[in-house]
């Protein structure tokens, strides 16, 4: 048995799966970011998750979580892990590998996520051999809901959204400056409270500041980011919660900048699942 683990900023979801592919297990546990959160925040994530779900003697272990995997931060995971579990494989990429075989499995393509965060690369259908720099939330991540949260948040503190969307907002979270500075610059995942304001943003999105707003933020993805690639080759693989729910908002801006969408994953899990029981 393996156990496939897919983790984004927000949440990673565990699988227990037989030799066959079959699920025998699944449990939701938080997400790890190993390039925006502490490695200490990280492990102890890794740990509780490893102690909950009860791990048997495993044939592999394969986790594939948000931000950049260097060599230390595969020891480090990897030493975690066998601390607390018998397992033979242990393999350890980061969110983009994990897109990039659920989305092209072994054939080239051009593959975005877009989820809390968001990345790019081109696949040739072995490793990632050409990619363009996400750069994180504070300086990247163009398309994420992270970024729209941060967007958001800028005009909110200045009085620049509408009065009745900023109304709106006031009444379901906490909109006072203090709270939305302490969760900012003083929560453990600063990402994942940004993008947790992206269900609220979008259900505003008939109006038009709020269309301006998220248009603006996947067409600086596309621009910044997808047309760095051989677009008029390869269409785009799309992967993320964010991208999914907007299906609709990102084909048509992709369709206005000339780039072909080939398909989308609400999440990796499923491809990753056919990618690692295929072999």
Wanted: hydrophobic share 40%.
């Amino acid at each position: 048995m393996i156990i496939l683990v897919e983790s984004g900023a927000t949440k990673s979801d565990w699988r227990l799966l037989a030799g066959d592919g079959s699920e025998v297990r699944r449990e939701l546990f938080p997400g790890m970011n190993v390039s925006t959160v502490s490695m200490e925040h990280n492990l102890e994530t890794l740990t509780t998750a490893l102690k909950a779900f009860g791990c048997p003697e495993l044939d592999g272990f394969y986790l594939y979580t948000a931000g950049i995997v260097t060599p230390e931060v595969r020891q480090t995971l990897e030493g975690r892990i066998r601390e607390l579990i018998k397992v033979g494989e242990i393999d350890i990429n980061d969110d983009l590998v994990a897109a990039a075989r659920a989305v092209c499995g072994r054939e080239k393509g051009i593959v975005a996520i877009i989820g809390t965060g968001s990345n790019t690369c081109f696949y040739d259908g072995v490793s990632v051999s050409q990619k363009v720099r996400s750069g994180g939330y504070i300086i990247g991540d163009e398309g994420g809901g992270a970024v729209l949260g941060k967007l958001f948040l800028a005009d909110f503190i200045k009085g620049l959204i509408p009065q009745d969307v900023a109304d709106d907002f006031a009444g379901k979270f906490d909109a006072s400056y203090m709270g939305i500075v302490q969760n900012v610059y003083r929560s453990a995942a600063p990402a994942g409270f940004l993008g947790s304001l992206a269900p609220f943003i979008l259900s505003h999105y008939d109006n038009p500041y709020i269309k301006g707003l998220v248009d603006g933020n996947f067409r600086s993805f596309i621009v910044r980011a997808l047309k760095k690639y051989d677009t008029a080759t390869y269409p785009v693989g799309v992967v993320g919660g964010l991208a999914y729910a907007c299906k609709d908002i990102f084909i048509r801006i992709c369709e206005e900048e000339g780039v072909k969408v080939g398909g989308f994953l609400p999440e990796p899990i499923s491809g990753l699942i056919k990618y690692h029981t295929a072999l």
